[in-house]
C-alpha cells in the first residue's frame, strides 16, 4: 500500500511549537460533545498546540471536558450560540494559528450562519469546513469562490446534497462524479464521507478509503475525523495528504476500536481513543 502519513520527525529538542497550533470554532448549547471531540481529536492525531472558541457561557462546562485544550470565551447570542460580535475575536485569533477549523456543534441559529459565511472569506489561513459551517454556506454556495485560503470541506452525503441542490439518491449513486467536480468548481479538496470515503482535489487526483466499518456510524464520528485533518495540516501535511490520509488513521482507528469493542456499540470516544495506535501502526 501506498504510504499515507509523512509527519514530521521529532528531534529531542522539539517543542509544541514545532507542531501546529490549531483554532477551532464549535460547539453551542446542547452540543459541546462535537467541540469536545474535535479538539481532542487534533491532539491525538499529534498537532502540538489546539485553542477551541467557544460561546462564552459555555466555557467553564468546555474547560471541564478538556484539561490539554485552550479556551476562548466568545461572544453569544441568547441561544448560546457564536454570535456576530464575536467576529474581531475569531479572526484575530484564526489568524494568528496554523489551521482553522470551523463547523463542528455550532447549530443552524441564523445569527452563527451569518457569522460562518463572514468568517470564510476572511479567514487566511488553511480552512476545514464541516457539519453547521457547510450547511450555512449551502445557502450562499458563491462564498466558495471568493475564499483566498487553501481549505478542505468534509461533507455527509446530506450535507453536500444541499450544497450542490441535489437529491440525496444522486449524491449516493454519483460519489466520485459529485466530489470531484465540487472539487473542481470550488477549488476545494473535498472529503465526501461514507463507506469507501472520497478524497478529491482540484487537479483532478483522488482516493477513496479502504478503512473503517458500519459501527463508525455513530454521532461524533464526524467530528473526530475533522479535528485529524488539521492535525495533519498544522504538521505541516499539503491539504490533500492531509485530508487522506486523515480519513485512512480515522477508518484505522476505528477497526481497532472494533476489534476490542464490537461495531454495535462503537462511540466516537473509542475511535478517538485508538488514534495514536493507528498512526502507530504507520511508522
Given at each position: ?52 472558541g ?28 457564536l ?119 482540484p487537479?483532478?487526483k483522488y ?7 458500519p ?13 485529524i ?15 487522506r ?25 473509542d ?13
Open positions: 500500500m501506498e504510504r499515507l502519513i509523512n509527519l514530521k520527525k521529532r528531534p529531542k529538542n522539539s517543542h509544541k511549537g514545532d507542531f501546529g497550533h490549531v483554532f477551532i470554532l464549535a460547539g453551542s448549547k446542547g452540543l459541546t460533545g462535537a467541540a469536545a471531540l474535535c479538539s481532542n481529536a487534533a491532539l491525538r492525531s499529534g498537532a502540538g498546540l489546539v485553542t477551541l467557544i460561546p462564552v457561557s459555555l466555557n467553564s462546562i468546555m474547560s471541564r471536558k478538556l484539561t490539554e485544550v485552550m479556551t476562548l470565551s466568545l461572544a453569544e447570542t441568547k441561544e448560546q450560540t454570535s456576530l460580535k464575536a467576529e474581531q475575536g475569531i479572526l484575530k485569533k484564526a489568524n494568528s494559528s496554523d489551521v482553522a477549523v470551523m463547523g463542528p456543534g455550532l447549530s443552524q441559529n441564523t445569527e452563527t450562519r451569518k457569522l460562518i459565511r463572514k468568517l470564510v472569506v476572511k479567514i487566511e489561513k488553511p480552512m476545514v469546513l464541516d457539519a453547521d459551517a457547510l450547511n450555512a454556506i449551502s445557502e450562499k454556495t458563491e462564498i466558495l469562490e471568493k475564499i483566498k485560503t487553501k481549505y478542505i470541506v468534509t461533507p455527509h452525503p446530506g450535507e453536500m446534497a444541499r450544497l450542490v441542490n441535489k437529491s440525496l439518491n444522486y449524491i449516493k449513486n454519483n460519489r466520485l462524479i459529485v466530489a470531484k467536480k465540487f472539487s473542481h468548481d470550488y477549488n476545494a479538496v473535498v472529503v465526501l464521507k461514507g463507506a469507501g470515503t472520497i478524497v478529491a482535489e487537479g483532478g482516493y477513496v478509503n479502504t478503512t473503517g466499518n459501527g463508525m456510524a455513530t454521532a461524533g464520528s464526524g467530528d473526530v475525523l475533522a479535528g485533518i488539521a492535525g495533519f495540516l498544522g504538521q505541516g501535511l499539503n491539504e490533500f495528504d492531509a485530508a490520509s486523515g480519513v485512512y488513521i480515522h477508518g484505522l482507528a476505528g477497526d481497532l476500536a472494533a476489534e476490542d469493542k464490537g461495531e454495535t456499540g462503537l462511540i466516537a470516544g475511535i478517538l481513543e485508538k488514534i495514536p495506535y493507528a498512526i502507530k501502526t504507520m511508522k
